[in-house]
């Protein structure tokens, strides 16, 4: 049997949760969305939380916040699935790449700050594989400048920083729930906020701009149908079979990204030593989630046949964006050098012991 290189974890009660929303006759945005939003709000340590139907989205309506002209100048990386910068095209701005930390896959500070220009507008930091970026730096970037700071925390969700949850301080994180990702709903996304008039604008736009949502128009002694829109939105709202499998899910987020923790450390334990093969480096003061376990390897395309003729799935997170036709290439050297070794290995809660040992002792064996 295939290794899969992920495997979400649905509990049974999920999927009764999911199945209590089908029998109500209430499937989309409502009771649950607003207890979904709550319960994750606390989870992080946040004041609001406004469920999406996915991080794309949940960057995207960050971004769309801060009203930036077109033309204006975000910077990014290039190590990350392409929706992060897919999200800057859509609201007319420029991506500006800047380098990686060879060592983590996060974005460098210093790159950030060399590539600050008068066009400047807004800084996107992605939280590589579920493990923190310096934030006390970005923050202090985004203070003595004035350009607003927004977290794609789609690998992050558990994560901690300096004892704080992901999403525990400053203004915009997004966060995504998708299939595979650490709290799986089968999709889904979030955007934490601390204004409560930007939480107010969120519930319109992902509502295609409406003053009221139909649950909120439904949920009085006598149905408004009137309402107004003040502004052009999107069909971004979560729904409540997601919401109801979140928070059950929810409840089991810290558990589950311990198993992954223990099998990050398997790895890093039973793997030591061998050639060419290098960890990526972490800091004592932040936790990683460990949604990804990437390793470094020289010949990493020959690794991965290897694998891949055990029944072993491997992956690659990620190409680089700015090589991508709708993109400017930019001077990245070691962001070529992770993109030419980086593999990411099965990483998911229910591996067993013996698929993890099979894993290892085809490594060993070299390739």
């Avoid at 590589?128 to 004035?146: E, H, K, M, N, Q």
């Avoid at 398997?266 to 290098?278: D, I, K, M, N």
């Amino acid at each position: 049997m295939t290794i899969p290189l992920f495997r979400p974890h649905i509990r049974e009660e999920t999927i009764e949760a999911a199945g209590e929303v089908l029998r109500s006759g209430w499937l989309g945005m409502g009771p649950q969305t607003v207890a979904f939003e709550k319960a994750f709000a606390e989870y992080v340590d946040a004041p609001f939380c406004v469920g999406l139907n996915s991080c794309t989205a949940a960057m995207h309506l960050a971004l769309h916040t801060l009203d930036l002209p077109p033309g204006s100048e975000v910077i990014t990386t290039a190590l990350t699935f392409v929706s992060t910068n897919h999200v800057i095209l859509y609201e007319r701005c420029k991506p500006v790449f800047a380098d990686i930390q060879p060592e983590t896959g996060n974005l460098d500070v210093d790159s950030v700050a060399d590539r600050i220009s008068e066009h400047t507008r807004a800084i996107m930091l992605v939280h590589y594989g579920g493990y923190p970026c310096d934030l006390d730096d970005f923050y202090a970037i985004s203070r003595d400048t004035g350009i607003p700071l927004i977290e794609d925390c789609s690998h992050a969700c558990g994560a901690t920083y300096r004892g704080k949850k992901i999403g525990g301080c400053g203004d915009l994180q997004a966060f995504s729930f998708q299939a595979v990702k650490n709290l799986p709903m089968g999709d889904g996304g979030a955007l934490v906020v601390r204004s409560e008039d930007l939480e107010d604008r969120l519930k319109r736009l992902r509502w295609l701009g409406i003053s009221s949502d139909t649950y909120q128009r439904s949920n009085r002694q006598k149905y408004r149908w009137k309402y107004e829109v003040p502004e052009v939105g999107y069909k971004y709202h979560m729904n409540d079979i997601e919401a109801a499998m979140g928070l059950v899910q929810l409840r089991y987020l810290d558990e589950d990204n311990n198993a992954r923790r223990r099998i990050a450390d398997f790895y890093r334990r039973e793997l030591a030593g061998v050639p060419g093969l290098q960890f990526l480096q972490h800091e004592e003061d932040r936790a990683s989630s460990h949604h990804l376990f990437c390793v470094l390897a020289e010949r990493r395309d020959a690794l991965i046949d290897k694998l891949q003729s055990e029944s072993i799935q491997a992956g690659v997170h990620y190409y680089r964006n700015d090589r991508y036709p709708m993109y400017e290439e930019q001077d990245l050297p070691n962001t070529e050098h992770f993109c030419r070794r980086a593999l990411s290995l099965p990483m998911y809660v229910t591996l067993k012991e013996e698929q993890l040992l099979h894993i290892v002792n085809t490594i060993r064996r070299g390739w």
